[in-house]
């Protein structure tokens, strides 16, 4: 994430307060710059560098004083400037570019990507923020309106523009030109402000065309509420997974006036951003074009290959897709990442299929990637709305969706790499080293707090329906994070309930589940209880083969408790340094969330108190345990009247269809 990394003032010493210039500058010497931002000597400052999801910024040393005093109407000023959005892999690229007015000299607690350097999830919309930006955005986010994913628009306290339009410009007779912000090639804005009409007025152009009459954007808002008497000027801009160099290549700004124009014929190059390999390509085509006769004919053959092979690797966009922009990823992209699919970066095979494990080019992001297969193009749709929904949850305890890659018939999801691998490896497979009692009461809570985040802190309800060890995941320092959630509700789109399929896995499925099919909150916890007696017994949740008694862990689990002896069961490789209590408190709570009756089991803020110890289970609680053993029986046998396909469920038992769709 972001860091405001070093802050380095140039040429002046810091306590300079006035502005020794009058209110009117070009942009030479008198610069600050923070994050990722680089000044260099000719001029040119560059705001973003090919790390992925950071912001940099360039203000003005100084602050100018907009008003005569802290309740006075803003002056009118105007400013123009030349930019260049430089390409790190083609057409993708992030996130943009603003010219920002605030009251600090530099943004910090700032997030990148969409917010642009400028905000973060909390202030947006704040009006203590006193900011006011034109921002230059080439990706278009969803969630804050954008229109498209290259549009200019005017910013208060919050990147939901109160105005935007595509780039582009008007000729003198009035038909619009569309510009591509992103082309690398230097464009000029300018920004004016009126103080008597209370208008500001955004223009851009090509470097080739002189100032067209008609401005892009109009806005008639007094600023004189927005900005504070003093503010600093300047630029900010980031990157997120996709990334792009921001430059500036020259800055001029005046206050009661026209800010004098740019002298176009000095400005610093900007330099292109090479990728290697294209320049391998262009080194073949070098060599190439330098024979002639046979050798033409091997060039037209080489030429048809690469055409193919681009083909092979081209990807469907429809229109509606459009809209979840920031969250696709080229195909190229996941094919270079993951060396082609190669066996060797197999990670392993999932419910949903198989993972990859991958490093993106250009900003060495480490990513997981699942494919999935789809088959109807119905079903796709509202696949791709959720996974933008998933996107969007941000939770330590969450493993992090960074975005898709649909082609064909297969999907492709991006996940943070997760280097310790899946809880099961460890519970079950030793060669990942042994989890002591503290490791295990973690990861405990850290699931239960991702979980509780998905069903009770989130904008809507979020059903994990597939919680088991190996969707939970370990990253490097041993922090447990959810996986796969939501996942399992897609695959449900489209299937007859009648045909009885549940999504989940075998064991881990709560009685009322298999009855209706129908998954619930509560139904997520019940497998949370069985994997938290999993995680303390170090036993899968049924052993086909073991003795009756011990066949079902949550009966055995039990039957153990009734007979006095409950750490009977737990597992002998966590040693002896445990804390009774703490034990004994996940096999309860274990036993009570996996209950067979659904209105038993607490709810998942409630578990966090317990585990917490916040909150004392109850001490009767073995009584009320066996007590609803026998209510459960009577309720059972009723229901199962009604519904023969699923005859005899005792607690833990399933019917044949779902023995058979169980992953
Ligand atoms: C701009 O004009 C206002 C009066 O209209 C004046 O008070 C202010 O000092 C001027 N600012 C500059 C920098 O010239
Ligand atoms: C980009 O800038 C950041 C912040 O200064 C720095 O940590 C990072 O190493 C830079 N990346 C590259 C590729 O230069
Ligand atoms: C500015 O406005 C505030 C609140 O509107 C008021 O309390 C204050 O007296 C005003 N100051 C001046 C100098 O007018
Ligand atoms: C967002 O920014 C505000 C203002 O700088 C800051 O107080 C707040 O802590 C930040 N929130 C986050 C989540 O970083
Ligand atoms: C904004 O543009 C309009 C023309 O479209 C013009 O009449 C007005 O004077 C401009 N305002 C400023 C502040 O440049």
């Known amino acids: 994430m972001f860091q405001l990394i070093m802050m380095l003032l140039l040429f002046f010493p810091k306590n300079v307060v006035s502005d020794p210039t009058g209110g009117e500058f070009n942009f030479n010497g008198f610069l600050y710059a923070a994050g990722s931002a680089h000044l260099k000597s000719n001029g040119l400052f560059r705001l973003t560098n090919t790390t992925a999801q950071t912001a940099g910024q360039v203000f003005y040393n100084y602050p100018l004083r907009f008003k005569d005093s802290p309740n006075g109407t803003v002056f009118s000023f105007s400013t123009t400037f030349i930019f260049a959005i430089a390409s790190h892999y083609g057409a993708d690229n992030g996130h943009g570019l603003a010219f920002v007015l605030c009251p600090t000299r530099g943004l910090s607690n700032v997030d990148p990507t969409q917010y642009l350097g400028l905000f973060n999830s909390t202030n ?40 935007a339009s595509s780039a582009g410009y008007f000729n003198d007779d009035g038909t619009f030109v569309n510009l591509f ?24 152009h090509p470097l080739d065309v002189s100032k067209p009459k008609t401005p892009l954007l109009s806005l008639e808002k007094d600023l004189s509420p927005y900005l504070l008497e003093y503010m600093y000027v300047g630029f900010s801009s980031s990157t997120g997974i996709r990334t792009a160099s921001h430059y500036i290549l020259g800055w001029t700004f005046k206050m009661n006036g026209t800010a004098p124009d740019i002298d176009t014929a000095h400005l610093p190059e900007v330099p292109r951003f090479d990728q290697p390999r294209d320049q391998s390509v262009k080194g073949v085509m070098a060599i190439t074009l ?27 966009i429809e229109d509606w897709e459009v809209q979840f922009g920031p969250h696709r990823f080229a195909y190229k992209d996941l094919h270079t990442a993951t060396k082609g699919f190669k066996d060797t970066e197999l990670l392993g095979k999932g419910g949903f299929g198989k993972v990859f494990k991958g490093t993106l080019p250009v900003s060495n992001i480490e990513i997981a990637v699942k494919m999935v297969s789809h088959d109807s193009r119905q079903g796709m749709r509202e696949f791709i709305a959720e996974i933008a929904t998933i996107g969007r949850l941000r939770h330590p305890n969450l493993v992090r969706l960074l975005g898709y890659c649909r082609r064909k018939g297969e999907l492709y999801l991006v996940y943070d790499c997760m280097p310790k691998g899946s809880l099961d490896k460890f519970l079950y497979h030793q060669q990942n080293g042994n989890l002591d009692w503290s490791k295990r009461f973690k990861i405990i809570k850290d699931v239960a707090s991702g979980l509780c985040y998905l069903h009770q802190q989130w904008m809507q309800v979020i059903i994990h329906r597939d919680i088991k060890p190996a969707n939970i995941l370990l990253d490097g320092n041993m922090n447990a994070k959810l996986g796969d959630f939501g996942l399992a509700k897609l695959c449900d789109h489209g299937i007859d309930p009648q045909t009885s399929y549940v999504a989940g896995t075998l064991g881990y499925i709560s009685p009322e589940l298999s009855r209706t099919g129908k998954a619930s909150t509560s139904s997520d916890v019940f497998a949370f209880g069985v994997v938290m007696l999993e995680i303390a017994c170090g036993r899968k949740p049924v052993l086909p083969r073991a003795s009756e008694s011990e066949m079902v862990l949550t009966d055995w689990v039990l039957e153990c408790w009734e007979n006095g002896d409950i750490l009977q069961v737990v597992d002998q490789r966590i040693g002896q340094e445990y804390i009774e209590e703490q034990v004994k408190l996940v096999l309860k709570l274990g036993l009570l969330c996996s209950h067979p009756v659904a209105a038993i089991r607490p709810n998942m803020s409630s578990i966090i108190q317990f585990l917490d110890s916040v909150a004392q289970l109850p001490h009767n609680l073995l009584d009320i345990m066996s007590a609803q053993e026998i209510n459960r029986g009577a309720q059972i046998s009723c229901e199962a009247g009604n519904s023969p396909q699923s005859s005899s469920l005792a607690s833990l038992t399933f019917t044949e269809s779902f023995v058979s769709h169980g992953r």
């Open 124 to 163: 947006m919309g704040d009006p203590s923020n006193h900011i006011v930006a034109v921002e230059l955005d080439t990706v278009q986010t969803a969630e804050f309106n954008d229109i498209d994913s290259n549009h200019v628009g005017i910013d208060i306290n919050s990147v939901i523009s109160e105005v």
């Open 181 to 204: 912000l992103s082309s690398g090639d230097p464009m000029q804005v300018w920004i004016e402000y009126e103080s008597k009409q209370k208008q500001l007025n955004v223009t851009l």
């Open 290 to 316: 330098s024979l002639s006769g046979i050798t033409m004919l091997i060039v037209l053959i080489l030429g048809l290959w690469l055409f193919l092979k681009r083909k092979k690797l081209l990807e469907v």
